[in-house]
């Protein structure tokens, strides 16, 4: 087992500066420490102290400052942006820094309503159109520069680790046909906290995957941690989880 870190960008009586040069300790020490991922999520939040919305540009800063850990989003709201910029952006950085930046794909939406207006399709079918375009802008090359003319650089270079991120097992047939790996969070959506993470079912896709696509893929289960001060109570998987993990 392997241990990552979630870090979602809430910060309590800090500005949104200090809170991102939190961030970049926190992921630095996070490699040093030999942790396996440092995943940022999304969140477009009412917050006047939010450090980020769109984590691109720290996940770029993170990757140049540290060495070994995995970086990534957990995860892109892919509603929000269209495939191809989302690709040209996370196989760049792919291989700007030695194949280790992953780019998982949410189906969330923004906070607010007027920001959830900015999306034309609201709806989940957004996100399946979505996914299996950024699936293919990734892994037919060839086809798309030979019909379309379009190159994502650098062109046949690594792809990133795509991750499906959810809290259900609903969509096991999406993730495996498009080689997604799997993430399944057992803290978010209410009336989901506490719940089995159905062990079975997990090895069942697992086993399901290696025969569809003749390789394991990894699999995730996040689970939140509420780190308080030893005389404080702490409740289980609470929603004001302070850090949030990965078991991969």
Known sequence: IKIGLLELGHRENTDSITAIQQILDYAIESDNLGFSRFWLGEHHSPNITLPYTNPEIL??????????????SAGTLIKMYKPYSIVSSFKLLNNLFSNRI???????????????SLIQDKSNNLFNINIKKIHNLLYKEDYNFQKYEIVIPPFKGDIPELWYLSNSYKN?????????????????????????????????????????????????????????????????????????????
């Open 59 to 72: 996940l770029t800063i993170i990757a140049g400052n540290t060495e070994k850990i995995r970086i990534g």
């Open 102 to 116: 992953d780019l998982g794909l949410s189906k969330g939406n923004p906070d607010t309503i007027y920001s959830r």
């Open 172 to 248: 096991f047939d999406d993730a495996i046909k498009l080689k997604l790996n799997f993430c399944r969070s057992i803290f978010h959506g209410v009336g989901l906290i506490n719940n089995n993470y159905n062990k079975d079912e997990l090895i069942k896709f697992k086993s399901d995957f290696l025969n569809y696509n003749g390789y394991n893929p990894i699999i995730s289960l996040a689970v939140a941690i509420n780190i308080n001060d030893k005389n404080k109570s702490t409740k289980k998987a609470s929603f004001n989880t302070k850090e949030s993990i990965n078991y991969i």
